[in-house]
């Protein structure tokens, strides 16, 4: 596979990008002070290696066949979200084995894993990248068979630790598949087209899992789940570790950031902290508005839970065909452009479609207000993706492991948040709060500027196909 544009790097304005990967490094290249990855960060005012071409002779590879080069990674997206479903769908049953009987209680030990989630992606946030992806997402399977093990326990103290362990995974395997997807493509559109397919395929499972756990789960009930989930991770593990991977540039020519070079690498690039700020604000209003969803729904239309599984689905679905095919229309032809316009568009119908929910005066509208609503959030973590993967070049796996960080502490604010807004000014007071935290990622996306994708002069694109070396 052939990587176009720019690398990402730290070549200044008057220089050539850099060397693909094929390329030897030209004479005097690590004269350069900011070719010392470890102590030096990107100058964001004269680096303009986060560009990319946005080629018009080469089309972007269809989606199937993107898939059919990084099925391992899409699969252990997957595997990687059922202990956590099962937890979730067999609540009661898991309640009732632990002899509490209290499901609230239990539940409620999903907070931890939340905690596990922020302060792992923070910690390891540098690493992905300097260590090939793909071993840390075999290394985040192995701790996903390990939290299915310990799940099947049923003792609090043992739930708690499972919650723990499957929070700390998620944080380590979903950046590392992303960026392992990433990767395999370069930093052509493909690239930011595969990261995206990853949070398609997870969208996907999350959508589907809980009616399909249903079924195996009258033979083996769900500790069999538990069990099964176990199994197909340390299967796929191997599977993972032998997929072919192509090495970032600065690492391929034996320039590895240090762990907080790789931060101030990232604070370097342009947009970088405004998109973690979306990811951040969006997932408080969306994650958080889903926590109040049923009781809604209940409360305001009398809607019993077998009811709402079609609204659930309604919701999950949405987001499905949104992220799907906005991961796709984003990573065309300017997709710079595109990628922000649809952001910024979809944060202001985001927060307009929040109070079509609340305020809707007949269940239809309230449908149809949740669809668009879902959808929304979609476009907008599809854009977020791609600008990530599209602008941090050798430190996107950093982006992405601190993107979902703060996704994880938007959830537990804006589940916090709204649940205090609920109860202060009832569904509107909730949907206000919902909209803050909207409007604070539209404030953020505001800020920043699209890349010019069309190459200058000085800066002439390599037209000979990149060598792939695989770890």
Partial sequence: MSAKGFQTGDAPKHQSAGPTIADPAPPGATDHPTDHLTDHAIDPETDHGT?????????????????????????????????????????VSIAAAVGDGDAASVGALRGLG????VVAGIAVAPLIGRIPPPKVAAVALVLVALASAVGTITWVPALALFCVLIGVSNALLYPALSTAAADR???????????????????????????????????????????AAAVGALLLTPILLRHRHQVPAALNSGRRPGYL???????????????????????????????????FYNDRFDLPPTAFAFVWTLSGGSFFFGHLIAGRLLNTTDSEHRALRAMRICLILAAISLFGVYLAPTLVVSLLATAVLSASHAVIAAAVVTLLVGRCGDVRGTALSLSAAGMSLGLFLGAAAGGAGLAAGGYLGAGTVFSAFTLLALAAALTIRANNPTPSPSHPHPHSPTSERQR
């Fill in 51 to 91: 560009d990319r071409e946005r080629s018009e002779v080469e089309p972007l590879l269809s989606d199937w066949r993107i898939a059919a080069m990084v099925w391992p990674i899409l699969l252990a997206s997957v595997v990687g979200l059922l202990p956590l479903t099962v937890f979730s769908v067999f609540l």
């Fill in 261 to 295: 070079a790789a931060f101030r690498m990232l604070g370097a690039v342009p947009g970088a902290r405004a998109l973690l700020m979306v990811a951040f604000g969006r997932a408080g209003a969306f994650m958080g508005h889903l926590a109040f969803l049923a009781v």
């Fill in 114 to 117: 939340g905690i596990g989630a």
């Fill in 185 to 227: 493509f370069g930093t052509g559109p493909a690239a930011s087209r595969a990261a995206t397919l990853v949070m398609t395929t997870q969208t996907l499972a999350a959508t589907l899992a809980a009616p399909l756990l249903a079924f195996p789960a009258l033979w083996w009930g769900w500790q069999g789940n538990m069990i």
